[in-house]
């Protein structure tokens, strides 16, 4: 079984502050994508990163695939309540779209 | 949102009982899954299709069946309930190629 391993598992910081999440595996991945989910809702997808060593930028949100495409990062800058959320990644192993892989999730908490 | 509806969206039952959830899309998208949410795993594959009555298992299939007798809708089935199925399942749907998959917004089972 491939992992995907998530850090940290719980994250609470104040308005304003900058924050990393890593999602981490041994496997390699053809490409991995991060979700956002809210309570009572189903995740929803904020990017996906397909070529190693690629970052993207969402608003305020940066993600970066890693060189050997086994690990990836989320950084938040001047995190806001309204990002309070559970983060996952997701890989596709071997070019597998029908079997992602999904991390165990960081939640974050942004206090006002 | 993706036309994706899940139903019920709570369901408490006791154990040994038969319990169907149902996944319903308006999208017309080949691909549909079913996950199962708990803590400290994330998501996990149950089983998922790839057209009519054309399904195949994910990692956690043991204790479910599955049966999409037409595109837009995709049955989960416990045959006989046990404790350790409780959670919240989540189906998902995606079209051709690379599209990412969207999910629904969950379905809250308790086997007491």
């Known amino acids: 079984t491939q992992l995907l391993e998530q850090s940290p598992q719980f994250l609470s910081i104040q308005e304003g502050e900058n924050l990393t999440v890593y999602c981490n595996s041994s496997s390699v991945f053809s490409s991995l994508q991060w979700y956002r989910q809210e309570p009572g809702e189903g995740p929803v997808l904020l990017v996906t990163v397909v070529t190693g060593g690629e970052v993207k930028k969402l608003k305020r949100l940066t993600f970066q695939f890693g060189d050997a495409r086994k690990d990836s990062s989320l950084h938040i800058t001047a995190a806001q309540p309204g990002d309070t959320g559970l983060y996952l990644c997701?890989?596709?192993?071997?070019?597998?779209?029908?079997?992602?892989?999904f991390g165990t999730g960081t939640l974050l908490a942004v206090q006002p | 949102d993706a036309g994706i509806t899940q139903s019920p969206r709570h369901k408490v039952t006791e154990t040994g009982t038969p319990v169907t959830l149902r996944c319903h899309q308006t999208?017309?998208?080949?691909?549909m899954y079913w996950y199962r949410q708990d803590p400290g795993h994330g998501l996990r594959l149950i089983h998922y299709?790839?057209?009519?009555?054309?399904?195949d298992k994910g990692e956690v299939s043991d204790g479910y069946s599955v049966s999409r007798s037409k595109t837009e809708d995709f049955l989960l089935t416990l045959e006989s309930a046990t404790s350790s199925q409780t959670s919240v399942y989540f189906c998902?749907?995606?079209?051709?190629?690379?599209?990412?998959?969207?999910f629904g917004d969950g379905t809250r089972l308790s086997i007491l």
């Open positions: 998902a749907i995606r079209g051709q190629g690379d599209q990412p998959q969207h």
């Open positions: 299709s790839y057209g009519v009555k054309d399904t």
């Open positions: 999208e017309n998208h080949r691909y």
């Open positions: 997701a890989g596709a192993p071997g070019g597998a779209t029908n079997k992602l892989i």
